[in-house]
């Protein structure tokens, strides 16, 4: 039975992964994190998820904390925390305040669960990948950002509904960056074990038009219902349940990259994994075709700027 702990839980993704592993048999306790002043309100979504868990008969201990020692003994921490990306923001501008406060969090948890595996879902979700890792001083298997695993998903059910079939025949990956050098490798993709190339000469795929959807995916939520919610909560419950009953999944995940992808290093992108209790068991290679391979590089270039420019701000070597 694992104790995980969610950082930023009085968020909208924070609560929603939170009430989905109160759910899971392998988890027995939730530590549900926050700032001073939100801690009325976790105190509150704790007791909501009481009434709902007991319909279910389900026992999971929900531990509302704005305490630091609260977080011993965790197998997995989750840093959700971080401010949203509002119309007009750069990049930068959202990761600096951001990096601060996963910087924060990262010292925090070294000192308090240093066994444990830290999941970054704050955005932008690769440049604070690499942050939380020198900050904590892990070892690079041990903080995981949640990547293109969410990317991926939403390429599988744009799939699925042009093709007007049922999604687990979709096999599909999105690496790179998560954000606008995202990079659907749609040479890997297959439908029914078929290749998506040889699939298409019997049904016609306008390609353009997909990659263009899921590149936008997200801001077309955020557009309709102010922000992502069911989507971003799932992939990360996904990726803990993952970790925490040693499934050995290979999932789409950001980590620190130190040549093994295209020679890439110094820098977290997204890209397969085999994930297992302690984290990153490896990377799975991969051959891409020479577009993917191009895409791949400039999110590279485009992430690692922007990954040593906060650095630089922030003076974190």
Do not use: W
Request: glycine letters at 6%.
């Amino acid at each position: 039975m694992a104790k995980i702990a969610i950082m930023g839980a009085s968020g909208t993704i924070g609560k929603n992964v939170a009430f989905t592993l109160a759910k899971e048999d392998s988890i027995d306790e939730i530590v549900l994190f926050a700032r001073e002043s939100s801690y009325e309100k976790i105190t509150g979504e704790v007791l909501d998820m009481y009434d709902a868990l007991a319909a279910e008969d389900m026992d999971c201990i929900l531990t509302p904390t704005c305490s630091y020692e609260d977080l011993e003994g965790c197998e997995v921490v989750l840093i959700s925390s971080g401010i949203p990306r509002k119309e007009g923001m750069s990049r930068l501008q959202l990761a600096i305040p951001n990096a601060k406060i996963v910087s924060e969090y990262s010292q925090a948890i070294a000192k308090h669960a240093p066994d444990s595996i830290i999941l970054i879902v704050t955005n932008p979700v690769d440049v604070m990948t690499t942050i939380a890792l020198k900050m904590s001083g892990f070892d690079k298997s041990r903080v995981i950002g949640l990547g293109n695993h969410l990317d991926s998903l939403r390429l599988k059910i744009i799939l699925a509904q042009y093709f007007q079939i049922n999604s687990g025949e979709i096999n599909t990956r999105v690496i790179g960056e998560h954000g606008d050098h995202m990079v659907p490798l749609l040479s890997y993709t297959t439908i029914g074990g078929v290749l998506l190339h040889n699939f298409v000469k019997s049904i016609p795929l306008d390609i353009d038009e997909v990659v263009k959807r899921l590149r936008s995916a997200g801001n077309t939520i955020i557009s309709k219902k102010g922000a992502t919610e069911y989507g971003p909560a799932y992939a990360v419950s996904n990726l803990i349940k993952t970790i925490v009953n040693d499934s050995r999944k290979i999932l789409t995940v950001s980590t620190y990259l130190e040549g093994e992808v295209e020679g890439v290093y110094d820098v977290s992108l997204g890209v397969p994994a085999i994930l297992c209790k302690n984290g990153i068991k490896s990377i799975v290679s991969l051959k891409m075709d020479e577009d993917e391979k191009k895409q791949f590089l400039d999110a590279a270039r485009a992430v690692k700027k922007c990954t040593y420019l906060v650095r630089e701000e922030l003076n974190i070597k």
